[in-house]
């Protein structure tokens, strides 16, 4: 009697947050979740993660009553928050094929490849990594700018529409620029020449084929400037890749770090770039400048010792809470264990002696988003291949959670051989 009251209490009660909204649902009362749900998303008072954690459970309610249209549309909310999104490996079969489906619809990916390989690549002024380089969550009708840097060759730029459930390859045949172009850098700062683009083609299934204008820039690169031992972050993306690529020396993740022309809201990412030699460098510095780890700000720590063992060491902070269990995280990473070792095999090509340890904290909030990525610790010496594996997780999900619960901080060490 008094659980029918509490049930009837929070159905009559417009929508106090996401969590009331779920026991209502949890409880059997799926049109009153439906109602609230509604109206806590009509409201716009919700942050990224209650909305995305909303639209998820406002997708399965639909579903649940039988109206597979609304529960498609609610899905792809879901898609435009997050491109990245998904369910929890435990999630109902059905609705992670009716989410595969949507996402076909929706979203796009680009393989980027180039001649030679190993060039930098960077979409809407985000540097991504190397090539060969597979980009996903590209959103179906959009625009954007993926171009191409290699030293001693012209910088390539081409603009792709991504078309929704296509998988476009992008070829590069970068070209080493001639004695006249060399002589005419200054005359040509801030123009474009254009040139006949990669070709574009579509899903091999439906093999259409796409061919566009594309433009190479010449541009004349500031280095880094240097002041009593302090560096001057670059200011465009061809002031940071000059620096990066200037010195011969790799990939300095110091000087990423440093740069906010890599945080565009395009990336849709809030992934943080570490070089090897820190123990625990991020972005989020504290006002004494001074890096601040996850686990100092953030309830709940999950720390695996070793990635052959599923045994997990989980400490409380303040009375932090999360519902994930250990077996629940491994279930995820094993999935991303394809992508991992093609990074890892991709790098090894060029850095044959590449192994070592990689020790990464992340960040998992109740939506499933991953964020704060970071590199607590690294034996690679190989900031290139460090750079495309955070990039990576930073696109991992896990899944949204039922509870009322804050965000969990996961220290997971990878090893290479």
């Known amino acids: 009697m008094l659980q029918f009251l509490a049930l009837l209490l929070l159905s009559s009660t417009a929508g106090s947050s996401v969590d009331d909204a779920i026991y209502l649902y949890e409880m059997g009362d799926i049109p009153g979740a439906i109602l609230q749900l509604e109206d ?40 435009v ?28 990916t680009a ?114 400037a240097s002041t009593g031992g302090s560096v001057t972050a670059p200011r465009t993306t061809e002031e940071l890749i000059a620096a990066l690529t200037q010195s011969g020396h790799g990939i300095d993740m110091t000087t990423i770090a440093g740069s906010g022309s890599l945080q565009s809201e395009s990336s849709q990412q809030e992934t943080v770039y570490a070089g090897s030699s820190g123990s625990s460098s991020r972005i989020g510095l504290g006002e004494s400048g001074l890096p601040v780890r996850a686990e100092q700000t953030v309830g709940h720590v999950m720390v695996f010792s070793d990635v052959g063992q599923q045994a997990v060491e989980s400490s409380t902070q303040g009375g932090g809470y999360s519902s994930r269990s250990g077996d629940e995280i491994m279930e995820v990473l094993a999935t991303k264990q394809d992508q991992v070792r093609y990074i890892f095999n991709k790098h090894l090509r060029t850095d044959p002696l590449l192994a070592g340890t990689v020790e990464v904290e992340m960040v998992i909030q109740p939506s499933g988003r991953v964020t704060d990525v970071a590199i607590l610790n690294s034996t690679m010496y190989n900031q290139a291949f460090e750079l495309e594996l955070t990039r990576a997780i930073g696109t991992w999900r896990f899944g949204s959670v039922d509870e009322n619960e804050g965000p969990l901080v996961l220290q997971f060490p990878f090893n290479f051989q």
């Open 40 to 79: 806590l998303l009509k409201n716009g008072t919700l942050s990224i993660d209650e909305e995305l954690r909303a639209w998820n459970r406002l997708g399965s309610a639909y579903y649940a009553m039988g109206n597979i249209d609304n529960a498609r549309y609610a899905y792809s909310r879901l898609l």
């Open 81 to 108: 928050l997050d491109v990245y999104y998904d369910l929890g490996p435990r999630a109902n079969p059905r609705l992670r094929e009716l989410l595969a489906q949507v996402r076909d619809g929706t979203i796009a």
């Open 111 to 224: 393989m980027v490849r180039s001649e030679p390989g190993g060039a930098l690549v960077t979409l809407d002024d985000a540097l991504m990594g190397v090539t060969p380089l597979l980009i996903e969550g590209l959103v179906g009708g959009r625009s954007y700018n993926i171009s191409v840097y290699q030293v001693g060759f012209e910088t390539e730029s081409f603009a792709l529409t991504a078309q929704p459930g296509f998988s476009h390859m992008l070829e590069f045949s970068l070209e080493a620029p001639s004695s006249t172009m060399m002589a005419a850098v200054s005359e040509a700062v801030g123009s474009d020449e254009n040139i006949t683009s990669p070709l574009l083609a579509g899903n091999p299934v439906t093999n259409p084929v796409e061919s566009a204008q594309g433009t190479v820039s010449t541009v004349e690169t500031q280095p880094v």
